[in-house]
């Protein structure tokens, strides 16, 4: 960051450690959206906002959003942000270091006496991550106008998630979709270890991930573990193994490119789950995600093959791997990477191109307007823990680069018209 720069890692330090004081007293840093803590820290944001000299609404789809007009507001909005929920006994950076940035920003420019000629939005997305409705990206869902029509429906804690987007302020029957946001950026920690170890300060990511979800159930003979020979079994649970080693080794075979791929299986059910019992049925689910289409494609075509040739070689039966979810992957805008790249040299930032192997409301903002994110380091890539960590500086650097793309894109936007 230059010596100069307006950023004030201070004020980033103090906003992010206040916010992060918001928890469940006995599970930091806890504060799921659609609770009472949630909407406590939605009261600080929106005090911080106008502080900052935005003005804020809760929008229809429940994101709250500071707005700060432009000299020319008939150009459209620059909008920035990131989400303020957490998981449970989560981190004090993952999505509120971008909240906090987008703040920032907004400061740095009144301090400037500037004034975009686009108008600057700040948001803090409605559950990003998974909420207690079993979805996540609601709000970035809402504005981007992809939200299903069903999901106001799903219940959980008493309330459906209609009753919770009423709680938060807003009003789900309403459209939220958006058609004046012409780029968005968000600032995020990397939740991995790749800044770290090439120690370097910025990530310009060029995709988000496509994630797919696989389901694979093997069914076996339930026997008794301690007279069925060793040959005359029909054991789910071997079988099982050999397929999950199968996955490890396609994804890494995938994953030794450049391109971004990982495999892992996340859930993994077995009955009856008794000591003296061979396994009878394996249910296992496979977390996919890849920056390639024609990657994951590979994966599930490779996938079936090999669980064939080993349900074969066991003589346990398993069932064609089944797609239970498939969202393709989100690249970011070209331009916008352009300007991120230069914003970095700007700021002094020793930076690379990635891709992001987590989702992000980014994936939701890229479908109606341009979009980008941009990468700080976090210690040791750990993210989803009360160990996640991101230094005041690395996210103070970040948000100078951000602040150079903002002013950036608010000069070449007016270009494309």
Request: proline share 5%; aromatic share 4%; net charge negative.
């Amino acid at each position: 960051m230059t010596p100069n720069s307006p950023i004030r890692p201070d004020r980033i330090e103090a906003d992010i450690y206040a916010l992060a004081a918001i928890t469940e007293p006995d599970r930091p840093y806890t504060r799921r959206a659609f609770t009472p803590l949630f909407l406590e820290g939605r009261r600080w944001l929106e005090k911080a906002m106008q502080d900052a000299g935005a003005v804020t609404q809760i929008d229809a789809a429940g994101n709250l959003i500071g707005t700060i007009p432009g000299q020319r507001p008939e150009l459209g909005t620059i909008l920035l942000g990131s989400h303020s929920d957490t998981v449970p006994d989560g981190g004090r950076f993952d999505g509120v270091a971008g909240v906090i940035a987008a703040l920032e920003v907004a400061r740095a420019l009144r301090d400037q006496g500037a004034v975009l000629a686009h108008t600057l939005e700040i948001v803090d997305f409605l559950a990003e991550e998974v909420s207690i409705f079993g979805v996540s990206c609601i709000g970035s869902r809402g504005i981007s106008g992809t939200q299903p029509r069903e999901w106001l429906e799903r219940e959980a804690a008493g309330i459906t998630l209609e009753q919770g987007i009423v709680q938060v302020g807003g009003e789900p029957f309403k459209p939220a979709q958006r058609d004046d946001i012409k780029a968005f950026l968000e600032l995020h920690i990397e939740q991995g270890p790749v800044l770290q170890n090439e120690q370097l300060d910025v990530g310009v990511v060029t995709a988000i991930a496509g994630i797919t979800r696989i389901e694979i159930v093997v069914e076996g003979r339930a026997d008794h573990a301690g007279t069925t020979p060793m040959g005359s079994r029909k054991d789910a649970l071997t079988t099982a193994a050999w397929i999950a080693l199968g996955v490890e080794e396609l994804a890494k075979a995938l994953a030794s490119g450049e391109e971004h791929f990982a495999a892992t299986v996340g859930e993994f059910e077995m009955l009856p789950n008794a000591a003296n019992v061979v396994p009878a049925r394996v249910r296992m689910l496979i977390d996919a995600r890849a920056e390639l289409r024609d990657d994951m494609d590979r994966f599930i075509d490779e996938l079936a093959k090999g669980v064939a040739a080993i349900s074969e070689k066991t003589g346990v039966g398993a069932t064609e791997p089944r797609i239970i979810s498939d969202n393709p992957p989100t690249p970011c805008d070209a331009d916008v990477l352009d300007v991120l790249d230069a914003a970095c040299e700007s700021a002094g930032a020793r930076h690379r191109r990635m891709a992001s192997g987590a989702g992000h409301d980014t994936a939701w903002m890229a479908r109606i307007a341009k979009a980008a994110m941009i990468f700080v380091p976090c210690k040791d890539g750990r993210s989803h823990s009360p160990d996640e960590f991101a230094t005041v500086d690395d996210i103070a650097l970040g948000t100078a680069v951000l602040l150079d793309a903002v002013k950036a894109l608010d000069i070449k936007l007016q270009e494309t018209i």
